[in-house]
């Protein structure tokens, strides 16, 4: 009977291991995370909005750039009356024209809407930097989730077969009549215990690969048959330690939020000067050529036509106060646009204390549990030595085997945590990871082997393995 439960448990795993590594669809992608970054800036369904925003904010320059340009006009009316009075006049009439339009004054219009056309533009770029950058910072912490699911994924298959082996062992026991019976059901509950925790590792990164996906612009459903990331390499610690005086400043001058708030002032300062021109005079010179009918036939002929040129002239001297309307919600419309302002160097500057928080925490916690790890592993060989010399109790050996995958699982964390705030640091400050000086680069063999010494921490204990 308690071989056939080993063996359900075996399989289990066995079966939870193979849903992580297969495929939802096609063949997976395997990409660094330098190439899933990459992959995301390209096909990023909100990146990709984005950039069509941007092509459409410059439309609006080019429509704006309309007004310094002269147009060309033409038109046309013919006209036949059916019945009309006994006159010497001609019963209808006809003319048609084709002139050329240009602004001469417009009250400061054309100028203000060329300025925020370019503004909205500029805007736009930078909006688009600001997506790119909150894009690629998710795709880092969801490409450090992947690995850490996937390192639980270890630990606890790990747990899980010390607790088989601790299960045969007190089983062999109990069939020398060494043990009793509650030491083989204690040792099934615990092995019981660490499945709902397989099986929610495997759930989260299942979660992790669809969330990859979806930042990458991938497909995710085996129906269409779409690739899903494969992240190569694992999850380790990158020591690095940025200034914060020199990361504030840099935040403060390089966050697109910052700029493209500024430039909303810039873009209500301009609509002042556009709604303030519906009460100045406006000027239009043109020249063309006309077509006309006259109908009285004693001033001349049906057919004339000739050269014209003049000029257009309107002044908008009383409108019942809409320009001062419009002007005062313009005026509110910038003093919103200030609060913003300050708003956002406010939560810039938040990010990147925040950003230095969690670094410092995840030190902490790191520095901690790396030693620990080790003690743990040491204390659950000692404990199944006393337990085998008869100094020591099965609840021991259990508590040290809970153990040993907590403070793994808290060190993998640490080091999750520490990555990520990293990222969320180049995010705030904006600049690239190589900046902040985590980003990949190339190492020689001897850089790579002592790297792998000394910070891939996510490999577990050889001591959890000896028996």
């Not at 795993?13 to 190439?35: E, H, I, K, R, V």
């Not at 992790?208 to 979806?214: A, D, F, I």
Request: aromatic content about 4%; glycine content about 6%.
């Amino acid at each position: 009977m308690q071989n056939k439960r080993m063996f359900r448990v075996v399989a289990v795993a066995l079966l939870l291991a193979c849903a992580g590594s297969a495929p939802l669809g096609a063949a997976p992608l395997n990409l660094s995370l330098d190439q899933a970054v990459t992959l995301a800036k390209k096909q990023n369904r909100e990146i990709q909005i984005a950039r069509k925003q941007l092509e459409a904010a410059h439309g609006s320059v080019i429509e704006a750039r309309a007004g310094y340009l002269p147009s060309v006009v033409s038109s046309g009316l013919l006209r036949k009356r059916e019945q009309q009075e006994q006159s010497r006049l001609r019963g209808d009439d006809y003319n048609a024209s084709l002139r050329v339009v240009q602004n001469v004054y417009t009250g400061g219009a054309v100028k203000g809407r060329m300025a925020i056309g370019r503004l909205n533009e500029a805007k736009r770029a930078l909006e688009l930097n600001a997506i790119i950058d909150r894009v690629s910072m998710d795709l880092r912490v969801a490409y450090y989730d992947l690995l850490l699911n996937r390192a639980n994924i270890d630990v606890r298959l790990q747990s899980v077969r010390v607790m088989e082996e601790e299960l045969k062992s007190q089983q062999d026991r109990f069939v020398a009549g060494t043990v009793g019976k509650l030491n083989v059901r204690r040792a099934d509950v615990a092995l019981a215990n660490e499945q709902p925790e397989l099986i929610d590792a495997q759930t989260r990164l299942q979660n992790s690969y669809l969330r990859l996906n979806e930042l990458c612009g991938l497909e995710s459903t085996a129906a269409a048959h779409a690739p899903r990331i494969e992240p190569s390499g694992r999850l380790e610690y990158q020591p690095r330690h940025p200034d914060l005086t020199e990361c504030l400043a840099y935040a403060s001058v390089s966050r697109p939020e910052i700029r493209a708030r500024e430039i909303d002032v810039e873009i209500e300062d301009q609509q002042l000067i556009v709604d303030r021109s519906e009460l100045r005079p406006r000027v239009e010179a043109f020249t063309g050529y006309e077509v006309y009918s006259e109908r009285d036939p004693e001033v001349g002929s049906d057919f004339n036509h000739g050269y014209v040129v003049g000029l257009n002239a309107s002044w908008h001297i009383f409108d019942g106060f809409a320009t001062r309307g419009r002007m005062q919600a313009t005026r509110a419309r910038r003093d919103a646009a200030l609060h913003a302002l300050e708003s956002a160097k406010l939560q810039v500057e938040s990010d990147v204390r925040s950003a230095f928080f969690e670094i410092e925490q995840a030190d902490r916690v790191l520095q901690s549990e790396t030693q620990n790890v080790q003690n743990a592993s040491e204390s659950l060989e000692m404990a199944r030595g006393n337990l085998g010399a008869g100094l020591g109790t099965q609840l021991d050996v259990l508590q040290a085997a809970a153990d040993v995958t907590r403070t793994r699982t808290t060190r993998l964390s640490a080091i999750y945590l520490h990555n990520v705030a990293m990222a969320r640091l180049a995010r705030a400050t904006a600049r690239t990871p190589a900046a902040l000086g985590f980003g990949a680069k190339k190492q020689t063999p001897v850089e790579a082997k002592r790297h792998a010494q000394l910070f891939d921490v996510a490999r577990p204990p050889a001591a959890l393995d000896a028996r």
